[in-house]
């Protein structure tokens, strides 16, 4: 059962805002609300005021700008599986979106409300973590960007400010000779939690000298992580199989997983080191 609880429905962004801001945190924004009302249900949070940004138009564009590529935070994981550009310019994104839940809630659930929630286990922090992606942070008083390295904190923990809403997420176009990939293994094939998820982006020059890698993984730390210094091991190198291994065993060794109902921190580590070097070795062929 649903705690009692007041609901505002604001006609415009600014008009949310003012509404978050007057409450000093005791609202939340409810946009999709497959991970809002979950919780109010369980009794984990308990809001005297909710504010429906749902119907909110302007959070919810796709678009780009020059180099970059601009997702509002209103638009929904559906709408990420259905976008031409997504799918031309950040393919990992569509493919965490592809294995994202199930229809219903990829109807419902929105790209903002998943970084929001800062789950660790979420599928859409690890490709946007490995397109250096930012976020884009409104409230009355203005808006501030930050690197969505930066947002993610904790378990559950980001961050946000009361009065802030999640507007957009930012990020350049990979440039010519880069590849991603995304990989989650669940339960299940379908609206599984991920026991381990792995993204990876590689640009490679001509000569196949990696200039650039990331990989980000999730559900196997307290937040979704990258793992930098497997990122430094191949900058500047030739992807050899010796390199890619390891810089897969350097990127198991960076996690700090836990056992639980789904895995064992071992099986988490293991399959995180099997998954990095798997992706790393397709990119590379991509690219």
Request: aromatic share 4%; with cysteine; glycine share 6%.
């Amino acid at each position: 059962m649903l705690p009692e609880f007041d609901l505002l429905q604001p006609r415009s962004l600014p008009e949310a805002l003012e509404m978050l801001s007057a409450q000093r945190g005791g609202a939340l924004p409810l946009a999709g609300g497959t991970n809002l009302v979950v919780d109010l249900r369980s009794g984990r949070r308990r809001p005297s005021l909710l504010v429906d940004i749902s119907h909110l138009d302007e959070l919810c564009a796709i678009r780009r700008e020059g180099d970059r590529l601009v997702v509002g935070g209103g638009a929904t994981i559906a709408q990420i599986l259905d976008e031409p550009l997504i799918a031309e310019y950040a393919p990992s994104v569509r493919e965490a979106a592809r294995v994202f839940a199930n229809p219903l809630v990829r109807n419902r659930a929105t790209v903002g409300g998943n970084l929001v929630d800062g789950s660790p286990a979420a599928n859409m922090p690890p490709p946007l973590l490995v397109l250096d992606a930012e976020v884009e942070l409104s409230s009355r008083d203005g808006r501030r960007t930050m690197p969505l390295d930066d947002f993610l904190r904790g378990v559950r923990q980001t961050a946000r400010r009361p009065d802030e809403l999640l507007t957009a997420v930012r990020w350049a176009i990979p440039a010519p000779g880069s590849a991603t990939a995304f990989y989650k293994v669940g339960l299940r094939k379908s609206d599984a939690i991920a026991v381990v998820a792995v993204a990876v982006l590689v640009e490679q020059d001509a000569a196949g000298v990696c200039r650039k890698a990331r990989i980000a993984l999730g559900s196997v730390a307290p937040r979704v992580i990258r793992a930098r210094e497997a990122e430094s091991a191949l900058e500047g190198y030739p992807l050899t199989e010796e390199r890619v291994a390891e810089a897969a065993r350097l990127a198991a060794a960076a996690t700090s997983p836990i056992s639980d109902i789904r895995a064992s921190a071992a099986y988490r580590r293991q399959v995180s080191e099997s998954l990095v070097r798997r992706l790393l070795l397709a990119a590379r062929e991509q690219g």
